[in-house]
């Protein structure tokens, strides 16, 4: 008889994991006064609700300035263009990352230049950036993947004696410290999401934080139809409508009041996932950077070895994972997967010189590869929400799936 559950054997866990997001009758109360209101939408932008949020959520991460919209694609697209970044300009960007980050680069009329990650943290490689900056160069697009932050010592470093913007993507990392600095404070524009898996949600919304007055108002500006927010400023030709409403606003201020208390459980259980887990044979963890002081995850990444685990791969073990009730999923391919960034396939007008370094058969990213497509398991947020059972529960779901990987039938995937 089979033991997996994925093969009809009875689940680690079955009962599941605590749902998110996280909600009572504070948000339905919330959500009504603003219906009451009257006030639903994001204008005139920002609505008063959608300030006071930006305001905290900004003086949380460490930043001056927050200015809230309707996702963390715009986010980025909009932090591109207010710093005026667009034709024949290149943004440095991770092979390894949700689709977001160089369609944000794309979307503001920039190419994207992929650089492959490091092995340790599975975040751009500092020293494939070094490599990658041309005179065209203008901004680097670190992205903090899962548990782990990307290098700020050295992402500022190269940025600063290149002249280049930073614009950190922390779609992951609401809460995150490096060296008790905020997640998105390092350089121009820090851009979260908000949307419904997120740490910190209102279903959909992003927040784009900086320091600078300045590149705050033409963000405001950008995402409010072009609208002046300076006497002194004229109107912005590329303008839209990227405002965020009331009610979204109005359930971000109450995920941002219960947040800390989250974000502190989940610290404790990673810790003691990582010690239980690192007996569980075939496992490989990337325990987080060191310089990382507050921590903070969205998922939490691991990587197995497919040879213990009898061949199988990521695809394979994480459906069993499922099986047994412990949220996992493989997670992102790498860049040279997506159509949308091979000009051959997109029919993007990538200027010659440039067709190169986004052509399929010369992009190549070995540890991005090697990692997405055969090895990363991500876990579930809720995993670090549900106790010490929860966390040796999933231990136990992956050494349940270790020592019965037979039963995971056929070759790799
Ligand atoms: C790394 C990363 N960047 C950007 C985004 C885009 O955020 P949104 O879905 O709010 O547009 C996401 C998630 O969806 C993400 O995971």
């Not at 948000?27 to 006064?33: C, L, S």
């Not at 300030?51 to 905290?56: I, L, S, V």
Request: some cysteine; proline content about 6%; glycine content about 8%.
């Amino acid at each position: 008889m089979a033991e997996l559950a994925v093969r009809g054997g009875a689940p680690v866990r079955p009962q599941g994991y605590p749902a998110w997001p996280v909600h009572d009758e504070r948000d339905a109360e919330a959500a009504a006064r603003v219906v009451r209101s009257g006030r639903w939408g994001g204008f005139p932008e920002p609505g008063p609700l959608a300030a006071e949020f930006a305001e905290r959520f900004a003086a949380y991460q460490g930043s001056r300035h927050g200015v809230v919209m309707s996702n963390g694609t715009v986010t980025m697209e909009v932090a591109l263009k207010a710093l005026e970044i667009g034709w024949g300009d290149e943004v440095i960007v991770p092979a390894l990352t949700f689709s977001a980050t160089p369609y944000a680069a794309m979307a503001a009329g920039a190419l994207p230049v992929f650089c492959d990650v490091a092995p340790d943290t599975l975040t751009i490689d500092p020293d494939q950036v070094e490599a990658a900056v041309t005179s065209r160069t203008r901004a680097i697009m670190p992205v903090h993947l899962g548990h782990q932050m990307a290098d700020m010592d050295r992402v500022t470093e190269i940025a600063r004696r290149h002249s280049l913007a930073v614009v950190e993507d922390c779609a992951h990392a609401h809460g995150q410290r490096w060296r008790d600095r905020g997640a998105g404070s390092f350089g121009e524009f820090g851009s979260f999401s908000h949307q419904s898996t997120k740490l910190l949600t209102a279903g959909e919304g992003g927040s784009l934080l900086t320091d600078q007055e300045q590149l705050a108002r033409r963000a405001h500006s950008l995402i409010d139809c072009g609208r002046p927010k300076d006497p002194d400023e004229k109107q912005y030709t590329f303008g839209a409508n990227y405002r965020l409403g009331e009610l979204h606003a109005a359930l971000l201020l109450l995920a941002l009041e219960r947040f800390p208390a989250q974000q502190a459980e989940r610290a404790v259980a990673g810790r003691r996932f990582q010690e239980l887990a690192a007996e569980v044979p075939g496992v490989r963890l990337l325990p987080p950077d060191p310089r990382i002081s507050r921590w903070s995850f969205y998922r939490y990444i691991l990587l197995i070895e497919p040879e213990a685990f009898a061949g199988a791969g990521n695809e394979r073990v994480c459906e069993a994972l499922e099986a047994e009730g412990v949220g996992a999923w493989v997670g992102y391919e790498p860049m040279s997967r997506y159509d949308l960034f091979q000009p051959a396939l997109s029919r993007l007008p990538v200027a010659v010189e440039h067709a190169s370094r986004l052509d399929p058969g010369t992009m190549s990213f070995p540890v991005a590869e090697d990692a997405a497509l055969r090895r990363t398991v991500y876990l579930d947020e809720n995993v670090f929400r549900a106790g010490q059972r929860g966390v040796e529960d999933a231990v136990e779901a992956l050494a349940k799936v270790q020592r019965h990987a037979d039963e995971l039938a056929g070759g790799s995937s």
